[in-house]
């Protein structure tokens, strides 16, 4: 696996989950840049990331009594500007529930 650059992570990115086809038209993304990263429509979706060799941790704001984790891996050889995917696991957790919802899927680089 390779590592995750800062200036390759840096951008705009859909999360699909599991099999959702990917909408290029779609107005919902996430903008990383510089340990930021924010929702494209929802401003109060905001949160930090930190990069950890192949992968990186997007951890957002607690609001409403619930935290959202997204887990991001590189999987293949090299991971730089070229490279459009990574494997994402998300985890929402919330004081109503006793187990952690988790979400496997995908994150796309959204061409600009």
Do not use: H
Request: proline share 3%.
């Amino acid at each position: 696996m390779a590592a995750i650059q800062e200036a390759a992570l840096q951008g705009e990115w859909f999360f699909l989950v599991e099999s959702e086809l990917l909408d290029r038209d779609n107005p919902e993304f996430f903008i990383l840049q510089d340990g930021k990263v924010q929702s494209s429509t929802n401003p109060e979706l905001v949160g930090e990331y930190a990069i950890d060799g192949d992968g990186a941790i997007l951890t957002f704001a607690r609001r409403a009594r619930s935290t959202q984790t997204i887990g991001l891996c590189s999987i293949g050889a090299v991971f730089d500007e070229t490279i459009d995917t990574l494997q994402a696991n998300a985890t929402y957790e919330m004081e109503a529930l006793d187990e952690p919802t988790k979400f496997y899927g995908t994150f796309v680089r959204r061409d600009v």
